[in-house]
């Protein structure tokens, strides 16, 4: 079907940066909605920020004026560029997309989640 793969996770310190990429594979015929989202260790699984195929952007409150996401329609990729990092950005962060693909012959439509990638802020 569609797999999503992460990278770019690692130990950053706090006021670093980190950039997390999301690339799509699979008999996709379109991206829509692409987002990230994050679960710190005892929490639950929270939205970060979200792109729409054409470029309309949301972001939580946490996330706004530190991090931007960007999406290359191209090359079925979702980047999250994460700067000036706390220690409460720690989490394993996880691609989401929303894909319209080809299986068994007919087109589907639902949502894909990635494997996660760990993020750790810390001195």
């Known amino acids: 079907q569609v797999q999503l793969v992460e990278s770019g996770g690692g130990l950053v310190q706090p006021g670093g940066s980190l950039r997390l990429s999301c690339a799509a594979s699979g008999s996709i015929v379109s991206m829509n909605t692409m987002g990230w989202y994050r679960q710190a260790p005892g929490k639950e699984r929270e939205l970060v920020a979200t792109?729409?195929?054409?470029?309309?952007?949301n972001y939580a409150d946490s996330a706004q004026g530190r991090f931007t996401i960007l999406a290359n329609n191209a090359k079925k990729t979702v980047y999250l560029q994460m700067n000036s990092l706390k220690p409460e950005d720690t989490a394993v962060y996880y691609c989401?997309?929303?894909?319209?693909?080809?299986?068994?012959?007919?087109?589907?439509?639902?949502?894909?989640w990635g494997q996660g990638t760990q993020v750790t802020v810390s001195a």
């Open positions: 989401n997309a929303d894909v319209s693909y080809f299986y068994s012959g007919s087109r589907r439509r639902r949502t894909f």
């Open positions: 792109v729409t195929s054409d470029g309309s952007t």
